[in-house]
């Protein structure tokens, strides 16, 4: 069994940046990839970025390229967004997400909550 548990949600101004964690257990090993998702109130869950669990590959949003990064560590089976530049559309509920294979997240967290005031 996986547990993703996130943190690092809260309210930032418009302009200003947070970061979010993942912390992952149970299976890891079998992970090919994690990733990070938004929902916003009454909008559909988007994809924000992704990373490879096993070499260096990562990918955007083009929302969000050049002002978010994901990155891993994978001694602490922790995944992170970086996120700089905030504006007030990033506010949403973001989650991490882990896959096995190469199409399909098999393991979600509860989410965290990003607010941006502008």
């Known amino acids: 069994q996986v547990q993703l548990v996130e943190s690092g949600g809260g309210l930032v101004e418009a302009g200003g940046s947070l970061r979010l964690s993942c912390a992952a257990s149970g299976r890891t090993f079998n992970f090919n990839r994690m990733g990070w998702f938004r929902q916003a109130p009454g909008k559909e869950r988007e994809f924000v970025a992704s990373?490879?669990?096993?070499?260096?590959?990562?990918g955007y949003a083009g929302s969000v390229k050049g002002r978010f990064t994901i990155s891993r560590d994978r001694a602490k089976n922790t995944l992170y967004l970086q996120m700089n530049s905030l504006k007030p559309e990033d506010a949403a509920v973001y989650f991490c997400?882990?896959?096995?294979?190469?199409?399909?997240?098999?393991?979600w967290g509860q989410g965290t909550q990003v607010t941006v005031s502008s």
């Open positions: 997400a882990a896959r096995m294979g190469f199409t399909t997240y098999d393991y």
């Open positions: 990373i490879s669990w096993i070499v260096d590959s990562t």
